[in-house]
């Protein structure tokens, strides 16, 4: 005889829900639009509208997985946007980098890291004397500004020390504007330029960057040190945080840091990133590094001439830096 079967035959699981898995997940029409301004051990310090009066701490989704997320980045948000203490929204969409500062531990390190997103300048802050400068470190910061979409600026402190013209001249064919921002120096040209705009500030420590920073966001109130016996200066700055100008805009403080590792970045990267000497490169042989001669004796950079050919010289100054790895 066929058994019939009825619901009682029907066994679950205990502790499983019966309801069907789905792979919908929702659309968040609601969220609304942030910008990453901090990243501390899990949670992203964030301001709606890119408005500093309305600050959020929020978490990554679960759907984001380990999607990275740093300073700078322009994020969805869903969840408690009040803002108050104790409250806790979550980022559920980030959206394209239009810019990236990137860097590595050193050349040889396979793992590249993302500094700041979404930054329109790189202020390049070097001191001229104590510590002195390394042209080694600015070369290969201006690379990483060149190759990751970001206007580079040279801003120079301690000029009451020394005469800036010197340690300038190297990156003249650049066209890499220079501003002076020594203690004696009025810094109303420094700000005009970075008012309303997005800018990372990076520099080796001891250059006097977190002092730069106070001086342009008097609330900021980020720590100063000294520069030790042996001409290196102490970490005074741990995390990237983007800071409000009073005029509008935003500064991201940088950790300061002794290397600039760009194993990353190519010969070809770099000179891309100049529009009169792209096109040159398409005629160079397969392999060819741009050096010129002896390296490269039928590099097609050779044959620019002019303006051109004075941009040649520069930019392979910085191909020389990213090729020796003249960090330090």
Not at 82 to 87: A, E, L, Q, R, Y
Not at 125 to 144: H, I, K, Q, S, Y
Not at 152 to 181: H, M, N, Q, R, W
Request: with cysteine; aromatic share 4%; proline share 6%.
């Amino acid at each position: 005889m066929t058994r019939r079967y009825d619901e009682s035959d029907v066994r679950i699981r205990p502790g499983k829900s019966s309801r069907p898995r789905t792979k919908t997940r929702p659309d968040h029409a609601d969220a609304e639009s942030g910008m990453v301004v901090s990243v501390d051990r899990g949670r992203w310090g964030c301001v709606l509208g890119g408005d500093p009066e309305r600050p959020v701490v929020t978490m990554r989704a679960r759907e984001l997985g380990r999607t990275p997320i740093v300073v700078g980045d322009d994020v969805d948000i869903v969840g408690d946007l009040s803002g108050k203490v104790d409250t806790l929204a979550r980022i559920v969409r980030v959206s394209e980098r239009r810019t990236v500062l990137r860097r590595t531990a050193d050349d040889t390190d396979p793992y590249e890291r993302v500094v700041v997103a979404n930054a329109e300048q790189l202020l390049i802050v070097a001191a001229l004397a104590d510590p002195p400068p390394r042209t080694g470190f600015v070369e290969r910061a201006l690379v990483a500004a060149f190759v990751g979409g970001l206007k580079p600026i040279l801003c120079l402190t301690k000029s009451d020390l020394k005469d800036p013209s010197e340690f300038t001249a190297a990156f003249a064919d650049l066209d890499v504007p220079v501003v002076l921002a020594g203690q004696s120096e009025d810094l109303t040209e420094l700000t005009a330029t970075l008012t309303n705009t997005v800018t990372a500030l990076i520099g080796h420590s001891g250059v006097g960057k977190s002092t730069l920073v106070n001086r342009l966001v008097p609330d900021a109130h980020r720590a100063t040190g000294v520069v030790s016996g042996v001409g290196k200066g102490r970490h005074t700055s741990t995390q990237s945080v983007a800071l409000p100008l009073p005029g509008g805009g935003w500064v991201v403080d940088t950790p300061g840091i002794r290397s600039f590792g760009l194993a990353h970045i190519s010969p070809q990267d770099v000179v891309a990133a100049f529009s009169d000497l792209a096109d040159a490169i398409e005629n160079c042989s397969r392999g060819c590094t741009h050096l010129g001669p002896p390296a490269d004796p039928e590099c097609a950079l050779d044959q620019l001439t002019g303006d051109a050919a004075r941009r040649v010289a520069a930019v392979r100054l910085l191909l020389e830096a990213v090729r020796t790895n003249d960090a330090w």
